[in-house]
């Protein structure tokens, strides 16, 4: 980077004549532009690319001019804004067709020899003829044909049209495209995320070739629907970050998990069949002896990751000479199923309970924790309200299509191990441990003293001796008989009251009461 501003500093000073610049070509003729543009060369020449910006885009808003694009990527590499300067070259090449000057083109093609970090983009779309302005810097006029190349974060984007303006903040993130819609009467923005896919094709072992092709047609047939494919290395980094959800593929909840850890909107799941696995029984017979077969079975699963289902899915087959279409044929079916998934009515569920805090499960899947909401798909569901502690309550919901239902759950308390049980457990336990180690106690103490053969083998005699372990015994017995007696005695004060909970039913219907 370093080396090629140098370059290009170089060829500021040296090559910046005001009859040289090829892209300036076409644009003298009008006085008050050709002041401007002059303005802006000599601020080149100073180093001062801020002053330089300011006439070139004077000049462009007054007469909006491919060639000062070209200039406004020459203020943003002084600006070291690389990747406006990227930006605005490449628009002026698209603009400018099969006429753009070799010059420029070894330029571009100087800057993406060293591309800058990972960013993203953002499409503008409005009134024809108003200027975009990103972080008060001037990108061009409506309608800009592409997206504009934006760092990832948070950008100040503006639309300016006759002495009319409406601005907006946006938040971008890498890899990612957003939308947003201006416009001026009234002024208003509306700023759209371009959803992302989480594409898996499976199994791992398929062909490479092949493989690659099928993420190639797929990636052209997601583009088509104006969203974009998790990139490969998003991919790489979920793998190494959880490689456990990766082996539950086939399950909702794994598949959720990974499209909110990218920030998908949806996972595209594609599996195939090559071959004799991929042909029926009756398929398989009638080719019984005959040579391998070219034949492909596939299927797709399109998983909405906000509402944590399938919202689409389609399986389709080719034999010999239809496998030739294979790919346009996968294309048009990733499509149906995007555009089904898109198009799928669905409602809002905001859940609440008492207490606060319960896990909310729809359908057996986990979708929320109270006090939150989840989207999902009209029909009748399945709704769990859990918390440790506490019955569960269950209950079913119909969703309505665009309606916001609340659901609300009234748990009540689980009975704790009363401390009487308890209780009950351990006196009898002390009771009978006090009375062993009484027994055990006084027997040693009874039999100290009294004489012993000294060993089995010898026929003289040895006073035994009890007395230690008698004595600790018999303590032990003692305290164990005296916790016992001070239970039985604090059962028996406790006697008279006691609490009784009814296990709920789906109403959360509790009983109390004393006897």
Not at 474 to 500: E, N, P
Request: contains cysteine.
């Amino acid at each position: 980077m370093w080396r090629f501003l140098a370059w290009f500093a170089v060829l500021c000073y040296s090559q910046l004549a005001w009859a040289d610049l090829p892209a300036l070509r076409g644009l003298i003729g009008d006085h008050k532009q050709s002041a401007l543009i002059e303005q802006g060369r000599q601020a080149l020449q100073r180093n001062d690319p801020a002053t330089a910006i300011a006439a070139f885009e004077d000049a462009y808003r007054y007469m909006p001019r491919p060639g000062l694009l070209y200039l406004l990527g020459r203020a943003a590499l002084l600006e070291q804004r690389q990747r406006a300067a990227l930006d605005l070259y490449r628009r002026y090449i698209e603009q400018t067709g099969e006429d753009v000057e070799p010059e420029i083109k070894a330029e571009q093609s100087q800057l993406l020899s060293n591309p800058p970090p990972v960013g993203a983009e953002l499409l503008v779309v409005g009134v024809a003829g108003g200027f975009v302005t990103v972080d008060g810097r001037l990108v061009g006029a409506l309608p800009l044909g592409t997206a504009i190349q934006l760092d990832p974060g948070s950008h100040q984007i503006e639309l300016t049209k006759d002495n009319r303006k409406v601005s907006s903040q946006v938040t971008l993130a890498p890899r990612r495209t957003a939308e947003i819609r201006f416009t001026l009467k009234p002024p208003l923005a509306v700023t759209t995320l371009t959803p992302a896919v989480l594409l898996f094709v499976e199994p791992t072992s398929l062909e490479p070739t092949f493989a690659t092709n099928v993420r190639k047609h797929v990636s052209e047939a997601v583009t088509l629907q104006r969203a974009v494919i998790v990139s490969h290395e998003q991919q790489a980094m979920l793998l190494s970050s959880d490689q456990d959800l990766f082996r539950c593929l086939e399950q909702a909840s794994c598949q959720e998990q990974l499209g909110q850890k990218s920030q998908a909107q949806y996972v595209l799941r594609l599996s195939f069949e090559q071959g004799a696995a991929a042909l029926s029984v009756p398929e398989l017979q009638m080719r019984a002896g005959q040579k391998p077969v070219k034949a492909y079975r596939y299927s797709a699963t399109v998983l909405d990751v906000e509402v944590g289902e399938i919202a689409a899915s389609s399986t389709d087959s080719c034999v010999e000479s239809q496998c030739s279409k294979l790919m346009g044929r996968l294309s048009d079916m990733v499509q149906d199923l995007l555009r089904t998934a898109a198009n799928k009515p669905r409602g809002t569920l905001h859940f609440a309970s008492v207490p606060a805090g319960a896990d909310v499960m729809v359908d057996g899947h986990k979708a929320a924790t109270t006090p939150g909401k989840r989207d999902a798909f009209i029909g009748p569901h399945d709704i769990l309200f859990q918390k440790p502690g506490y019955y569960p309550y269950s209950l079913s919901v119909l969703v309505e299509d665009n309606k916001e239902l609340p659901v609300h759950g009234l748990l009540s308390p689980m009975p704790l191990v009363t401390p009487s049980r308890t209780r009950s457990i351990l006196k009898w336990t002390t009771l009978g441990v006090g009375l062993l180690a009484t027994a055990a106690g006084a027997t040693l103490l009874g039999l100290n003293g009294r004489p012993m053969a000294c060993s089995t083998d010898s026929t003289m005699t040895c006073p035994f001796d009890g007395r230690a372990g008698g004595a600790a015994l018999l303590t032990v017995g003692t305290l164990s008989l005296g916790g016992s007696l001070a239970l039985f005695i604090l059962d028996t004060k406790q006697s008279s009251g006691s609490q009784v909970v009814a296990a709920p039913g789906s109403a959360g219907l509790s009983v109390t009461g004393s006897f």
